[in-house]
């Protein structure tokens, strides 16, 4: 890999202008606006693809934005990695909360990146990681060091619950026959504490709206006397979770998967300092279900949130209004043995149940997904621990994460393939939020950590 990481020094700056062109484009998935944008970004991640020297690069159609597939094949006798990633990115608003336009990249140096960060939206979350894989792939290629077959499966609607991927994966099993999924689309604990994402939650999201009067009201004249939907909405909310912020809905908690006190023993004992989380945040204190700590959390349990909320009058002064409706978007983020669809059902049912007679509500499901554990004990968890030890200098801690990348049990339940979640990443990056940023350190270590893990794969499979 001598070669590789050589022309990977040589050509830093080209593939940080090469990623800002990349960032430049607003692929806002959700947004269908943006539609033109969103298509113009996959023929950038195509035609980069290309230029690296992948065969068979193809933009696939779908009912949403298009997914782009290319692969280069050295060998059928060797192993085949397939690296997954996403070109969309989320909305970039509250706009006036960012310090420099999301789709207009720029470098600052922060406290934690002292070498400087690329802030965009989509730097860090996926933009930024997946370009890592392109670049490392065309470092690997330029310098004849590829060690195996790679297979690519980028898309564009990771941040809007990859609905279009699932039916994609079922109708092309044949095309993406591999050994393994590569992805980059997590984090890192900090620069100096490698780590490996061994889990994700999975997520069953949810809108509710809350009916009360046939119209707005004067609320002089029937407030009183009138179910307010707005004020209905929000204690059925509260009620959502007891004193130790226990889920109240009913056999929520039936199937989740307790895990052992050893291994909860092993999850603490990764680096957390709860002063640091609570001053990075400006909270005075960290608050969650009783009898767990922040990593547990943040990792082995179930969660109920709300998103957004809304009803009634927010324009500018005092308006007297009794509201006719009032609406919120709910996440619950999901742990192993709990099934999205039936979490979705349960809250349903219990949602309806504890309206008070003085309204109607309506639960309209979201997306979902399943959660996933990856083992450690198997050949491509120890060729990412072996590749970044490699840069790092350090062994990678596994750490089951908080997030959802939903195609990953899907990957393994229609594929029968496991998943690597070897992300680069941090949580005070910003992802989803305003400032959105991906540190040089992470970007560049990212591209030169990715050869060793296909160099690492192939040897523990047998390759060259
Ligand atoms: N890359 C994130 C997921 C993530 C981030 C996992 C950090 C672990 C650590 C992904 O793009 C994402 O935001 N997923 C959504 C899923 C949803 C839209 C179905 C999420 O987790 O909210
Ligand atoms: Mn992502
Ligand atoms: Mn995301």
Redesign the pocket.
Known sequence: MKKTQQYISENKQRYLDELFDLLRIPSISADSDYNAHTAKTADFVAESLRKAGADKVKINPTKGHPIVTAEKIIDPELPTVLVYG?YDVQPPDPLDLWDSPAFEPVIKKTDIHPEGAIFARGSC??KGQMYMHVKAFEAMMTAGELPCNVKFMIEGE????SVNLGDFIRAHTEMLTCDVILIS???IIDNETPSI?TG?RG?SYVEVEVTGPNRDLHSGIYGGAVGNPINVLCEMIASLKDENKHITVEGFYDNVQEVSAAERKMMNEAPYDEEKYKAALDIPATEGEQGYTTLERTSIRPTLDVNGIWGGYIGEGAKTVLPSKAYAKISMRLVPNQSSERITQLFQEHFERIAPDSVTVKVTPH?G?EAVVTPTDTPEYKAAAAAMERTFGKQPIPQR??????IVAMFEEVLGVKTVLM?F?LDSDA??SPNEHFGLFNFYRGIETIPYFYEEYAKKKGGR
């Open positions: 996403h979350d996926d990771e941040e809007v619950g689309d997590t984090g994402t994700l997520m997306h997904g994460g908080g997030g959802s990348i939903p992300g990443g992802i989803h």
